[in-house]
């Protein structure tokens, strides 16, 4: 019985939601959540979108050449 009330509470996860959509911003989830009356939990940081939207820094130009 445990488990399913376990189920239940990650199906009512935001973060459950957001992995699910394909990383969806919150306000799809906010919208998943007026249309089907869940209630979904805050979003929590998601280690993927931070990484997702880091900026990569620039290499720098090298010195050396090959002969």
Avoid: Y
Avoid at 13 to 36: D, R
Avoid at 41 to 64: E, H, W, Y
């Amino acid at each position: 019985m445990n488990s399913v009330i376990e189920n239940k509470q990650i199906e009512n996860s935001s973060t459950f939601w957001h992995s699910k959509l394909g990383h969806a911003p919150m306000s799809i989830i906010k919208l998943i959540q007026v249309l089907n009356k869940l209630h979904v939990d805050s979003v929590s940081p998601c280690v993927v979108c931070r990484l997702a939207k880091q900026q990569r820094l620039r290499f720098t130009p090298s010195i050396s050449s090959s002969s």
